[in-house]
């Protein structure tokens, strides 16, 4: 459950105090060089501002296929005083390993967030997300390897669990995938397993669970829900709901998955490397309920119109995650609940 007792973000853009009271202390002990991958997309712009905040050294990688130079523009602006001399960015793709070579040069740890993200997407481009969500990661793991990169902390998904009906997902209970998307990922956490047993990378994978926040696309048919229902409830047009609006989630903010990325990085227990773990907030939240909190954040309580479509193709009908693996290895603790992420995207405009 989410620590309704913990402090939360002030600023909708500033990392400091966060990183201040729950951020794990290899942070404060010396500058380290971090790659992050997608670094110009939603979660890796917040990884870039939150290590860069806490005066670490940031290489950014990024094709801007799916992210935004706007995005690490903010994230500079909200780390403030000398980041821009502390972050280089590297415009090219996974799929080169050459390139992934390159950018792992002198870095003790990655936070790997590269990917093609879309469900439905991948049902209509499975040739597409094989070879950058597999492929890619591969020239990432590759790369590390061959530079001597102390960890790898990789982007899994809830997706994974697929097909298995029990709730509350715990990490040993995976089912079959439903979607190429979900295969990519699991494929993924494959990988990393025999990277770390067979040549000795240290890789850790998360499992987010529907992840949200400011900077998050509201545009394109494939966007997430989140930010697609505040696009309507802003502009006056209709939600759509794919289904009935039964459908449950377990809504997780990107302050939440930050803070489990720094700490995946940190640990030093010896149950960490190799394994994967939830991160979520543990809570779940039926899409009519979620409607709901928009409407009472972004529209004043005036019912936002909504539209229906049947479910899409490769989509999970419920979704709730255990994150007691990841408190007891890992420290982590979802500090940021659904309701305070919203009132913080709703600070950010």
């Not at 939603?42 to 939150?50: D, K, V």
């Not at 597999?134 to 020239?139: A, L």
């Amino acid at each position: 459950m989410c620590d309704r007792n913990a402090k939360t973000v002030p600023d909708a853009y500033r990392y400091s105090a966060l990183l201040e009271e729950f951020g794990p202390e290899v942070l404060k002990e010396k500058r380290r060089r971090w790659l992050v991958t997608g670094a110009a997309g939603f979660i890796g712009s917040h990884l870039a501002e939150a290590l860069l905040s806490a005066g670490q050294e940031v290489v950014g990688l990024d094709d801007l296929s799916a992210g935004y130079r706007r995005n690490l523009e903010l994230a500079l602006s909200g780390a403030g005083g000398d980041a821009e001399f502390r972050f280089r960015f590297i415009e090219g793709s996974i799929t080169d390993p050459e390139l992934c070579r390159t950018a792992c040069e002198g870095v003790d740890f990655i936070l790997h967030h590269a990917a093609l993200a879309s469900v439905p997407l991948s049902m209509e481009r499975p040739l597409a997300f094989s070879a950058v969500n597999t492929e890619g990661f591969v020239n990432v793991l590759e790369g590390a390897r061959a530079q001597g990169v102390r960890r790898v902390v990789y982007a899994s998904s809830s997706a994974v669990y697929g097909d298995d009906p029990r709730l509350p997902k715990s990490e040993d209970m995976p089912g079959r995938c439903l979607s190429p998307y979900a295969l990519t990922k699991a494929v993924n956490e494959l990988y990393a397993e025999l990277w770390t047993r067979a040549y000795g990378l240290e890789t850790v994978g998360l499992r987010y669970f529907n992840v949200f926040g400011p900077r998050q696309d509201p545009n394109g048919a494939y966007a997430a829900v989140i930010p697609r229902w505040i696009d309507a409830a802003r502009s006056g047009r209709a939600a759509v709901i794919f289904g009935d609006g039964t459908a449950t989630r377990d809504f997780c903010s990107v302050r939440n998955v930050v803070l489990a990325n720094l700490l995946a990085a940190a640990t030093e227990s010896p149950e960490a490397p190799g394994h994967v773990f939830n991160i979520a907030c543990g809570e779940r939240t039926t899409l009519g309920e979620l409607l709901e909190k928009i409407q009472a954040v972004f529209a004043q309580g005036v019912d936002i119109p909504v539209r229906r479509e049947p479910p899409r193709p490769g989509d999970i009908p419920h979704s709730l995650a255990s994150v007691e693996r990841a408190e007891r290895v890992l420290g982590y603790r979802p500090h940021v609940s659904l309701e305070e992420g919203l009132r913080e995207m709703a600070g950010a405009g």
